[in-house]
């Protein structure tokens, strides 16, 4: 599991520390920051609300993130390859419940995403002039910075799970670290079966079919999410568009 520790102790190309989940909550702690003061005049509205409800989405996330963090500490620690196929699995088995954990840490930073970005909707929509002011550029690229930051910490956290299913799909199918016959993937064949096949050695004419097998892993609503975000994009683009098309045709007095 070094692959697992490693997607959080990376380094840059100028070897400063890549912490992505404290650059996440950073970088959405800093929309807070800008957009606090502003709705402290108007305490009953969505603003306002949502406000508080991000802190709470924050200091929630925090305390994930230290318990995660807290289970990775022996893969900081250090980390050497089990001598034995027990102590293999032995492994695969004590890392579940990290692979678990990454899983719901990627619900967790997702919701509060859309939790960021409804707070600086909602100041956007208290003072719909500031769109091209100093303050609505900079919650612009607040809102850039934490979408480049959540991409990054939600693809680190899926590499958590990826490595701890490769593992356990391996140990699945060689749980005693020795080759053996799997359905649609290894066959053992002596020179007989061989030469019963006009001695080919396609793998296909021995290894049969694989069972087929359920995803459980697919996540149908991150799925939906993403589809939705893409078309939330793709939407205000078609929006701005227009608006420069119609701009031109004003222009051109038409």
Known sequence: MEEIA????????????ISPLHDYTGAV?????????????????????LVQEVEEGLAA?????????????????????????AAANELVAEQADLAE??????????HLHKLAGRLADASASTDPGNGGSGAGRGIARLRKS??????????????????????????ERFP????????GLVKLV?????????????PGRYVGVAPEEVDEEFDFEEALRAIHAELEDLNA???ELAGRIQKNFEELGI
């Open 6 to 17: 490693a997607c959080f102790q990376a380094e840059d190309a100028e070897g400063k520390r």
């Open 29 to 49: 702690e800093s929309l807070v920051k800008t957009l606090r003061p502003p709705v402290k005049d108007a305490p009953e509205g969505e603003a306002a609300a």
């Open 61 to 85: 996330l925090r305390g994930e993130i230290t318990r995660f963090e807290y289970m990775l500490a022996p893969e900081w620690a250090g980390w050497s390859a089990p001598e034995t196929s």
């Open 101 to 110: 954990m990454s899983r719901d840490l990627v619900r967790q930073v997702e």
């Open 146 to 171: 934490i979408d480049e930051a959540r991409g990054v910490a939600v693809a680190q956290l899926k590499q958590v799970r990826y490595f701890w299913r490769q593992a356990h799909w391996l140990l």
């Open 176 to 183: 005693d670290a020795a080759l053996r016959e799997v359905a």
């Open 190 to 202: 002596d020179r007989s079966e061989l030469a019963a096949n006009d001695w080919s050695l396609t």
């Open 237 to 239: 683009e078609a929006v």
